[in-house]
């Protein structure tokens, strides 16, 4: 993998993260929008509702819904290839624990990617997936930020993210209260920043011999 598919994978990790973390609360909002009474809102409703009402307003609510999950699906995606090339990136440093939780990671995302599709174009179809997918991919995160954290290709700080964004998910689901927006809040956070670590990498020369800024 050269130099220049590492940053622009990267890039497109770092579109991927920032778009699940501006789409979280529309997203919930609808939801709750969409089918009032079937969980308890959350603190920070009324607060969205009113604040982002051209969001939640231009269709119907079920619709609209729908339009955010299909929306939201890309995300899982989008984020796959910078997976791929911090897993490029380390791996000469890294052995097989680092290997086998990158494809635990891969299949969390591409597991979620069906899921997700699943459900919010067949019509709810996909939600049991969508919930094994999830629980994957949350596993598979910090299961492969311990790697990233052992292989120190990247700052050490930014793979802790990695780590956290996994039991960090049960409070994050809890306040936000809603799937999948919830459970994928810190690991889309995580990646708007190693997304932005792999696009602008010091390279000078192709794998293996890549050398970052930072430590």
Do not use: N
């Not at 604040?51 to 619709?63: A, I, M």
């Amino acid at each position: 993998m050269s130099a220049q598919h590492i940053r622009w994978s990267g890039f497109v990790a770092m579109v991927g993260g920032v778009l699940a973390v501006v789409l979280t609360l529309p997203f919930a909002a609808a939801y709750f929008q969409a089918y009032p009474g079937f969980d308890v809102p959350p603190f920070w409703l009324s607060a969205v509702q009113s604040g982002f009402e051209p969001l939640l307003t231009f269709d119907y609510p079920t619709h609209l819904y729908s339009t955010y999950g299909r929306i939201f699906e890309v995300v899982y995606l989008l984020i796959l290839p910078g997976v791929v090339s911090l897993h490029a990136l380390q791996r000469e440093a890294s052995g097989r624990f680092e290997r086998w939780a990158f494809g635990v990671l891969v299949s969390g995302l591409v597991t979620s990617f069906v899921g997700v599709a699943g459900d919010y174009w067949a019509d709810g179809m996909g939600f049991g997936i969508e919930l094994v997918g999830l629980l994957v991919l949350l596993v598979g995160t910090t299961l492969f930020g311990i790697a990233t954290l052992r292989a120190k290709q990247v700052p050490t700080w930014s793979a802790w993210l990695l780590i956290i964004a996994g039991p960090g998910a049960i409070v994050a689901t809890w306040v936000i209260g809603h799937l999948p927006s919830g459970p994928t809040f810190l690991f889309a956070c995580s990646w708007v920043v190693l997304g932005g670590i792999l696009s602008q990498a010091d390279v000078e020369r192709s794998m293996p011999e890549l050398a970052f800024i930072g430590g």
